[in-house]
């Protein structure tokens, strides 16, 4: 089944504390992106990625790291998680700037 | 900046009802457009794509309509039945651009 998976679904976590978000799709698309969903803001693009070892910012990428070292994996990382970074996270990707697919989500609580 | 605005913000209607969702967008250089559903909690599911040089597309009893020269698109639910009840995301992609603008929704709710 054509698919994004994100792992972990729920994260409850401490100011500070390395964490990484992981994102993998079977589809053999290049591009993927991360998203942060939150209230009364709507969806906004952190990262994204155009192929292997290409990254580019998105909207809101500050407190964020990504690494796109396989085509399929582009984890999401957060060197030192403050309580503004609390939000429903999305990975997505596409070919190119088409359809593009997300993954169920990861609800993300600093604490 | 592109901005994306759907109205209305919420819906509530009887089943069996067809009804119009509203996307407006104030940059019409744009490659395409998506509409999504999403359920409370969940992932964004898409429904369909209209790339810019189309005028609609349709998919069951769903239909969307793109006039970029207005800025708007619309998506036509028709005969609506209560597992329609989502909230329905707009997201327009520029021309040249990885980084699409999300509507913030029309939460819809379907009732028997």
Known sequence: EAQVTQNPRYLITVTGKKLTVTCSQNMNHEYMSWYRQDPGLGLRQIYYSMNVEVTDKGDVPEGYKVSRKEKRNFPLILESPSPNQTSLYFCASSIGYNEQFFGPGTRLTVL | ?112
Not at chain 2, 42 to 58: D, N, Y
Not at chain 2, 78 to 103: E, H, K, M, W
């Open chain 2, 1 to 112: 900046k592109q901005e994306v605005t759907q109205i209305p913000a919420a819906l509530s209607v009887p089943e069996g009802e067809n009804l119009v969702l509203n996307c407006s967008f104030t940059d019409s250089a744009i490659y395409n457009l998506q509409w999504f559903r999403q359920d409370p909690g969940k992932g964004l599911t898409s429904l369909l794509l209209i790339q810019s040089s189309q005028r609609e597309q349709t998919s069951g009893r769903l239909n969307a309509s793109l006039d970029k020269s207005s800025g708007r698109s619309t998506l036509y639910i028709a005969a609506s039945q209560p597992g329609d009840s989502a909230t329905y995301l707009c997201a327009v992609r520029p021309g040249g651009s990885y980084i699409p603008t999300f509507g913030r929704g029309t939460s819809l709710i379907v009732h028997p």
